[in-house]
């Protein structure tokens, strides 16, 4: 291979030709994984913006204030704490794209460059898993709209009072039969269109975004409505204070924001992973940086006041707060208003779930054994532990376990992502070789065996405290735990950062560091 295998201009940098010719016929290296080339990084501030608006605009982001107020919290301290928590997990979103950007490289590669050829699976099943997760939470809202579908026909699927119990991580659960049929439809239908792919039904992507955010208006003017016919103005809804009863029977107000700061810290917390998948398509940094500031915040500060406007209204007129927005189709009486409505939460719903929730897990799964699990097997895969070990109904049934969920899987997410970002701009200076992130054990990245011990020792060190919260596992610490637990996201990923840097500083890093001269010896500019 040539001195030079990589060519940088404007301050973006790719392989060289001769270098991607050479390391095309390297086991470790596919078109999924090649970087991007400078002339294939065109994605401006707007394309990026509008990414993250369709990320943002769905069902699932109501529920992170509808859920607040299910606890106890008051509509604008709820809608604060979500915009506050999506401006916290956009600074290590911001950071880990600046290398997608620089270098046109994927998660996957991202991950070998920090935990090893080998190492890079943890990050990438762990990525998968939760996604599993969310794909379980989206079919159960797609299966909502699936029902109140079914139930302009069939009144019985419109029913609230017909019920089933499910066995749960909670023990027994009572949840709405029809709900339950609707989630297996939607699930089976998913699956499906992952499995035969998704070609020939993008056109819902085109008309399911802009129908949702219709329907969130619509939900907005139906709670106005619902309040206004029980003696609630807006301003008696959206400026009611704190239920000061219900936020001390959930652990009391500390426990109860600072948890549900976390969730929404938790919320993105996947993108603070994988965003090189999509920020290597960038022009530049300033358009990456300035699409997901204008994408992101404004989108879920919206879908918060919505979803805390509808939370506090039902709670007003009924006692009990509605955490579930799909829960109104129960409340409507106009069949066709129902139907568009259910049709556009469906064909919103789907879109977003197999392309976000459903591919990426049948990869990683795939990703583990190429030769013996296809992408199709990954899909099954996926489908199965979605449905049988990640529960929907256990999961999306009250705000209290959507938070538990979302702060669990953040625990141990927060520290990856501060271990990226410690490794590329501390321990790495922001200088790689592209070229050795196909080289396997001939590559600098290979560390020990495949594995960056430092790496994956600072991010069980980082998650394994706040963790035995969720086990009851706390002895003689239970307070002290409790409080850890309630900033479980930022603690992890300080200390995950911290540990890590200071491990790199010993052997573990010998093969991996990239000086000065040895990065000016294998770059090239144009």
């Known amino acids: ?36 080339s400078v002339s294939q990084r065109t994605w401006t501030t707007y394309n990026i913006s509008m990414l993250w608006v369709g990320m943002a605009i769905c069902i699932p982001s109501l529920s992170l204030a509808s859920g607040l107020i299910t606890m106890g919290v008051s509509p604008w301290l709820s809608i604060i704490n979500v915009a506050l928590g999506n401006i916290i997990v956009l600074i290590p979103i911001q950071l880990n794209s600046q290398i997608g950007t620089k270098y046109g490289i994927p998660f996957p590669l991202f991950a070998r ?21 969310w794909t379980s939470v989206q079919a159960w809202v797609g299966g909502g709209a699936v029902a109140a579908i079914i139930g302009c026909v069939i009144p019985a699927f419109a029913n609230a009072e017909w019920t ?16 339950f049929i609707g989630y297996v439809i939607f699930m089976l239908f998913i699956g499906w269109v992952a499995y035969k792919g998704m070609d020939q039904i993008k056109w819902i992507q085109n008309i399911g975004g802009p129908l949702l955010i219709v329907i969130m208006i619509a939900l907005l003017a139906w709670a106005t409505s619902y309040a206004g016919g029980a003696g609630y103005s807006f301003g008696d809804v959206i400026n009611s204070g704190n239920n000061d009863a219900l936020i001390e029977s959930n652990g009391g107000f500390t426990l109860v924001y600072l948890g549900g700061l ?15 998948d999509f920020s290597r398509y960038a022009r530049s940094q300033k358009d990456q940086f300035r699409g997901q500031l204008y994408g992101m915040p404004l989108p879920m500060a ?69 030769k013996k699990i296809s992408y199709k097997k990954g899909v099954v895969i996926t489908m199965l532990i979605a449905f049988f070990v990640l529960q929907a109904w256990w999961i999306y049934g009250s705000g209290g376990a959507y938070f538990t969920w979302m702060n669990a899987y953040g625990t141990v997410l927060a520290p990856i992502a501060a271990i990226f970002i410690a490794d590329y701009f501390v321990c790495k200076n922001r200088q790689i070789e592209i070229a050795a992130l196909f080289k396997g054990e ?73 000086n000065a001269e040895e990065f000016a010896a294998i770059e090239k500019a144009e």
């Open 1 to 36: 291979m040539s001195t030079h295998t990589q060519v940088v201009r404007n301050g973006l940098y790719e392989l060289t030709d001769a270098a991607r010719a050479e390391l095309s016929s390297s086991k470790y290296y596919n078109e999924d994984l090649a970087p991007t």
């Open 113 to 133: 460059l920090t935990f090893g050829g080998k190492g890079a699976q943890i990050p990438a099943i762990l990525r998968a898993i939760t996604a599993c997760g």
């Open 164 to 179: 089933i119990g499910l066995p749960s991580w909670g023990g027994m659960q009572t949840v709405a039969a029809g709900q």
């Open 262 to 276: 976390m969730g929404n810290i938790a919320f993105w917390a996947t993108m603070a992973l994988n965003i090189p």
């Open 302 to 370: 919206f879908c918060a006041f919505v979803g805390a406007f509808f939370a506090r209204a039902t709670e007003l007129v009924d006692g009990t707060a509605m955490f579930d927005p799909t829960a109104v189709f129960y409340h409507l009486n106009n069949k066709l208003l129902i139907l568009i409505a259910a049709l556009g939460v469906a064909a919103a719903t789907v879109t977003t779930c197999v392309a976000a929730n459903v591919v990426a897990p049948a990869n990683g799964f795939s990703n583990i054994n190429p």
């Open 442 to 514: 001939n590559g600098r990245y290979w560390y020990g065996g495949g594995f960056n011990w430092a790496a994956i020792i600072a991010w069980i060190v980082a998650f394994i405290i706040p963790l035995l919260a969720y086990f009851n596992i706390s002895g003689g610490l239970g307070t002290i735990i409790a409080y850890i637990n309630s900033v479980n996201y930022i603690w992890s990923f300080i200390l995950g950062f911290v540990v890590y840097v200071i491990l790199m500083k010993t052997s573990m890093a010998k093969d991996s560091r990239l």
